[in-house]
C-alpha cells in the first residue's frame, strides 16, 4: 500500500497551530511571532509524521530554488568530475546546490540539454558547451532575457551579453613547446581529440604556432581522434607504430593522453625514453600515474569559484548589468612523461 502523504495541514493540526503559522515556522521565515514553544511542537509534529516541504512552492514562495545546473561534455573525463566537485563545494558555502547533466559527447544531446535546463527548477546555468558560436544565438537570447548562464570559451568569443569564463592556454603551450624543443624534440604529433562534428578549436594551432617560433623545421602533424581514451589508444596505436614515429604527443586533454600512454605500453615504447607525452587540463589523477603525466594546467579551484560568483551576482543583481568576462592563464607542470630525445 502507498504511503500517504502527509500535507501541511496534518502538521498543524497536530501541533494546535493554524496552518500559515506552521508554514512560516517550517520555512523559518524571518516574520514569525510564534513562541519558542510554538516552533518546538510544529517541528516536531514534522518529524514524528514525516513531513517533507514541496520544494516547488517554497521555491514559489522564495523567488528562488537555490540550486545551479552545470552542464558538462563527458561525466567519464575526470577534468570535468573535478570542476564539478570544486563548484559543488563553493555553492554549498553559498546555500546553493549543484545538479549536473552530462551531454555524453553527442552534439544533440547537447543542444537539447542546454535548452532544456533554462526551464528546469533552477537559478542559473554553468555550460562547458562544444562551441560557443554554435550556441551563441539560444545563449544570448536567454542572458538578454535575464537568465543566469556562465559559458566556457577560448579567448576572443564573440559573444556580447553571456558571462565567459576563459582559460586562455596560450601561455602554458607556449611553456610546454620550449621545454620540449630544449630537450631535442622536433618532430610531434598533436591528438586533437573531439566529438564527432565538433570543431578542433585554438589548442593545436596555439602549439604549433609556438614550435614554429622556436624551429621552423620542426613537424607538428594534428590528427583528430574521438574523445575517449579509447579512441585515443587505438590511434596510438597507429601513430607510434614504426621507425617514423614522433618523439613527443601532446593531447587535447589530460584524458587522452593516458590513452596515448597505454598505446605506447603496449608497443614495448617507454615513456620518456622513447616517447614523450603532455596532456592539457591538469586534473588530479595525472600526477598519480605510474608515469606522473606533464600536462598544461588550468586553474580549476579559481575557476570554479569565479563561475559561483559570477552566477550568484547575476542572481543578486540588476538584469541590465554589464557582462562578466574573467580570463585565466595557464601553466606548464613538467612531470615524469616528458624526456630528452634518445640520440
Same mark, same amino acid.
Given at each position: *500500500?502507498? !504511503?500517504?502523504?502527509?500535507?501541511?495541514?496534518?502538521?498543524?493540526?497536530?501541533?494546535?497551530?493554524?496552518?500559515?503559522?506552521?508554514?512560516?515556522?517550517?520555512?523559518?521565515? %524571518?516574520?514569525?511571532?510564534?513562541?519558542?514553544?510554538?516552533?518546538?511542537?510544529?517541528?516536531?509534529?514534522?518529524?514524528?509524521? +514525516?513531513?517533507? %516541504?514541496?520544494?516547488?512552492?517554497?521555491?514559489?514562495?522564495?523567488?528562488?530554488?537555490?540550486?545551479? +545546473?552545470?552542464?558538462?561534455?563527458? &561525466?567519464?573525463?575526470?577534468?570535468?568530475?573535478?570542476?564539478?566537485?570544486?563548484?559543488?563545494?563553493?555553492?554549498?558555502?553559498? @546555500?546553493?546546490?549543484?545538479?549536473?547533466?552530462?551531454?555524453? /559527447?553527442?552534439?544533440?544531446?547537447?543542444?537539447?540539454?542546454?535548452?532544456?535546463?533554462?526551464?528546469?527548477?533552477?537559478?542559473?546555468?554553468?555550460?562547458?558547451?562544444?562551441?560557443?558560436?554554435?550556441?551563441?544565438?539560444?545563449?544570448?537570447?536567454?542572458?538578454?532575457?535575464?537568465?543566469?548562464?556562465?559559458?566556457?570559451? *577560448?579567448? @576572443?568569443?564573440?559573444?556580447?551579453?553571456?558571462? &565567459?569564463?576563459?582559460? /586562455?592556454?596560450? *601561455?602554458?603551450?607556449?611553456?610546454?613547446?620550449?621545454?620540449?624543443?630544449?630537450?631535442?624534440? !622536433?618532430?610531434?604529433?598533436?591528438?586533437?581529440?573531439?566529438?564527432?562534428?565538433?570543431?578542433?578549436?585554438?589548442? %593545436?594551432?596555439?602549439?604549433?604556432?609556438?614550435?614554429?617560433?622556436?624551429?621552423? +623545421?620542426?613537424?607538428?602533424?594534428?590528427?583528430?581522434? @574521438?574523445?575517449?581514451?579509447?579512441?585515443? !589508444?587505438?590511434?596510438?596505436?597507429?601513430?607510434? #607504430?614504426?621507425?617514423?614515429?614522433?618523439?613527443?604527443?601532446?593531447? &587535447?586533454?589530460?584524458?587522452?593522453?593516458?590513452?596515448?600512454?597505454?598505446?605506447?605500453?603496449?608497443?614495448?615504447?617507454?615513456?620518456?625514453?622513447?616517447?614523450?607525452?603532455?596532456?592539457?587540463?591538469?586534473?588530479?589523477?595525472?600526477?598519480?600515474?605510474?608515469?606522473?603525466?606533464?600536462?598544461?594546467?588550468?586553474? &580549476?579551484?579559481?575557476?570554479? #569559484?569565479?563561475?559561483?560568483?559570477?552566477?550568484?551576482?547575476?542572481?543578486?543583481?540588476?538584469?541590465?548589468?554589464?557582462?562578466?568576462?574573467?580570463?585565466?592563464?595557464?601553466?606548464?607542470? #613538467?612531470?615524469?612523461?616528458? +624526456?630528452?630525445?634518445?640520440?
Amino acid at each position: *500500500m502507498a !504511503r500517504k502523504k502527509v500535507r501541511l495541514k496534518d502538521v498543524a493540526e497536530k501541533a494546535g497551530v493554524a496552518v500559515n503559522t506552521a508554514s512560516t515556522i517550517l520555512n523559518r521565515r %524571518p516574520n514569525s511571532w510564534a513562541s519558542k514553544e510554538t516552533e518546538e511542537r510544529v517541528f516536531e509534529a514534522a518529524k514524528v509524521l +514525516g513531513y517533507r %516541504p514541496n520544494r516547488a512552492a517554497v521555491a514559489l514562495q522564495a523567488g528562488r530554488f537555490s540550486t545551479i +545546473g552545470l552542464l558538462i561534455a563527458d &561525466l567519464k573525463n575526470p577534468y570535468f568530475t573535478q570542476f564539478a566537485s570544486l563548484m559543488g563545494a563553493a555553492l554549498e558555502e553559498k @546555500g546553493y546546490n549543484l545538479v549536473i547533466e552530462n551531454w555524453r /559527447n553527442d552534439l544533440e544531446r547537447e543542444k537539447k540539454l542546454l535548452e532544456d535546463f533554462v526551464h528546469r527548477d533552477v537559478d542559473g546555468v554553468a555550460a562547458f558547451v562544444s562551441d560557443v558560436g554554435t550556441h551563441q544565438e539560444f545563449l544570448e537570447h536567454q542572458s538578454k532575457l535575464g537568465f543566469p548562464i556562465v559559458a566556457y570559451a *577560448m579567448p @576572443g568569443a564573440g559573444l556580447a551579453h553571456v558571462d &565567459l569564463v576563459i582559460p /586562455n592556454f596560450e *601561455m602554458g603551450l607556449r611553456q610546454a613547446a620550449e621545454k620540449l624543443h630544449e630537450l631535442g624534440h !622536433r618532430k610531434f604529433v598533436f591528438l586533437s581529440a573531439r566529438s564527432e562534428g565538433q570543431r578542433v578549436g585554438m589548442r %593545436p594551432a596555439l602549439f604549433r604556432d609556438a614550435i614554429a617560433s622556436l624551429d621552423a +623545421g620542426s613537424e607538428v602533424e594534428v590528427i583528430a581522434c @574521438g574523445p575517449s581514451m579509447e579512441n585515443a !589508444r587505438e590511434v596510438g596505436l597507429r601513430v607510434l #607504430a614504426g621507425e617514423n614515429r614522433p618523439t613527443a604527443v601532446v593531447a &587535447l586533454n589530460d584524458f587522452t593522453a593516458v590513452g596515448i600512454m597505454r598505446a605506447a605500453t603496449e608497443l614495448k615504447l617507454s615513456i620518456p625514453g622513447d616517447l614523450s607525452v603532455v596532456g592539457i587540463d591538469g586534473v588530479p589523477l595525472g600526477a598519480q600515474l605510474m608515469v606522473s603525466l606533464s600536462t598544461v594546467a588550468q586553474p &580549476l579551484e579559481k575557476m570554479a #569559484a569565479k563561475t559561483v560568483e559570477m552566477l550568484i551576482a547575476r542572481i543578486d543583481g540588476e538584469e541590465d548589468q554589464p557582462q562578466q568576462r574573467a580570463e585565466f592563464p595557464t601553466e606548464f607542470i #613538467a612531470r615524469e612523461s616528458i +624526456g630528452p630525445v634518445r640520440s
